[in-house]
T-cell receptor, first 112, second 115 residues
């Protein structure tokens, strides 16, 4: 059974600081997704990472994938308040039973 | 706006009742997914349909059922509702499945409160 673990689950950052969210998964997969969710809102797609070594950047967010380590990271550079949200990673399973398995999410709060 | 439309946005109903949640996928998307989000369970995959046929099944209770119609819209039926069914139900769609790294787009969700 595919398991996806994120850490930390809660993160309070000061504006202007850098931090990394980690996403580990338990079985082979080369498709990893990052989503952002504001409270009570939909999930907004941030990145789709398709291969080992893939790196994608959008603004202050950069995501990477290491399929050998079964690890993805979401790096936040010079955090601003608008980045406050919950960030989910999700992994596509090959098992055919569960198309996308989500981590528990990292609730990020950026404070002045 | 992801292009995935869900109705109703909010629903309050009593225990034992039955409700139907509706989803219209993005134009051209063949795959529809249903997820349940609750505070204690997180985001749980329920079921996937692809071009009208059931493709994958997750932790969907027997009291729940779904279908995808020829026009590709989908409905999730929840019956004999219990308090624990209160959650945010998301529909998502993609052109195919997760194969090929298609982005999976989520709707705004349907808030279900069972009282």
């Amino acid at each position: 059974e595919l398991k996806v673990e994120q850490n930390p689950l809660f993160l309070s950052m000061q504006e202007g600081k850098n931090y990394t969210i980690y996403c580990n998964y338990s079985t082979t997969s080369d498709r990893l997704y990052w989503y952002r969710q504001d409270p009570g809102k939909s999930l907004e797609s941030l990145f789709v990472l398709l291969s080992n070594g893939a790196v994608k950047q959008e603004g202050r967010l950069m995501a990477s994938l290491d399929t050998k380590a079964r690890l993805s990271t979401l790096h936040i550079t010079a955090a601003v308040h608008d980045l406050s949200a919950t960030y989910f990673c999700a992994v596509a399973s090959y098992s055919g039973n569960t198309p996308l398995v989500f981590g528990k999410g990292t609730r990020l709060s950026v404070i002045a | 706006d992801s292009g995935v439309t869900q109705t109703p946005k909010h629903l309050i109903t009593a225990t034992g009742q039955r409700v139907t949640l509706r989803c219209s996928p993005r134009s051209g998307d063949l795959s529809v997914y249903w997820y349940q989000q609750s505070l204690d369970q997180g985001l749980q995959f329920l079921i996937q349909y692809y071009n009208g046929e059931e493709r994958a099944k997750g932790n969907i209770l027997e009291r729940f059922s779904a279908q995808q119609f020829p026009d590709l819209h989908s409905e999730l039926n929840l019956s004999s509702l219990e308090l624990g069914d209160s959650a945010l139900y998301f529909c998502a769609s993609s052109p195919r499945g997760a194969e090929g790294g298609n982005t999976i787009y989520f709707g705004e969700g349907s808030w279900l409160t069972v009282v």
